[in-house]
T-cell receptor
Framework: DAGVIQSPRHEVTEMGQEVTLRCKPI?????LFWYRQTMMRGLELLIY????????DSGMPEDRFSAKMPNASFSTLKIQPSEPRDSAVYFC????????????FGNGTRLTVT | GQSLEQPSEVTAVEGAIVQINCTYQ??????LSWYQQHDGGAPTFLSY????GLEETGRFSSFLSRSDSYGYLLLQELQMKDSASYFC????????????FGSGTRLQVQP
């Protein structure tokens, strides 16, 4: 079991640039979650998918953020255009129906927008 | 909406016992979870309580009282490696999939 795999681990970009974060969930897990963590706001749920379908995107901050899950083994979170306030650690997590609500987190992507 | 309250920091010494409390307010309740996160690391699952009572897993135990909207994480025989942040979380929907996390309790274990 390779765990949840996220890439890149670190991303530094300039304001206005497009950023794409990637996630591969654990094989067999049918739910995928994107969380953002900052000192000020803690761990926030941005969006989650069940069986590749977005279920709840109420946490997506604004239209600059979008997420896709084209198949069961891949998801992306895109920010366009990026802003300094988007700087945070973005975590992807997955779960399976038998052990829900146990979440398995990836190692995160630390995003810095200058 | 949902809100969770937990202390921001706790300090204890090696070998001691520490209890981290969590109170919650939710429109619907489907269970209380606990996660551990070391600095620079990812949150990792510790425990889940859906029913009232105590769940024990090694040195860690978790308790839930649904009538009081309250739970706690109990860490026994503290070790230096237990220094981390601990988050309580409530399930957000009937599918018990998505979690809303508390702000976290930073535990510092001193020699």
């Amino acid at each position: 079991d390779a765990g949840v795999i996220q890439s890149p681990r670190h991303e530094v970009t300039e304001m206005g640039q497009e950023v794409t974060l990637r996630c591969k969930p654990i094989s067999g897990h049918n739910s995928l979650f994107w969380y953002r963590q900052t000192m000020m706001r803690g761990l926030e749920l941005l969006i989650y998918f069940n069986n590749n379908v977005p279920i709840d995107d109420s946490g997506m901050p604004e239209d600059r953020f979008s997420a896709k899950m084209p198949n069961a083994s891949f998801s992306t979170l895109k920010i366009q255009p990026s802003e300094p306030r988007d700087s945070a650690v973005y975590f992807c997590a997955s779960s399976d129906p038998l052990t829900a609500p146990r979440l398995h987190f990836g190692n995160g992507t630390r995003l810095t927008v200058t | 909406g949902q809100s969770l309250e937990q202390p921001s920091e706790v300090t204890a010494v090696e070998g001691a016992i520490v209890q981290i409390n969590c109170t919650y307010q939710t429109s619907g309740f489907y269970g209380l979870s606990w996660y551990q996160q070391h600095d620079g690391g990812a949150p990792t699952f510790l425990s889940y309580n859906a029913l009232d009572g105590l769940e024990e897993t090694g040195r860690f135990s978790s308790f839930l009282s649904r009538s009081d909207s309250y739970g706690y994480l109990l860490l026994q025989e503290l070790q230096m490696k237990d220094s981390a942040s601990y988050f309580c979380a409530v399930s957000k929907d009937t599918g018990r999939r998505a979690l809303t996390f508390g702000s976290g309790t930073r535990l510092q274990v001193q020699p």
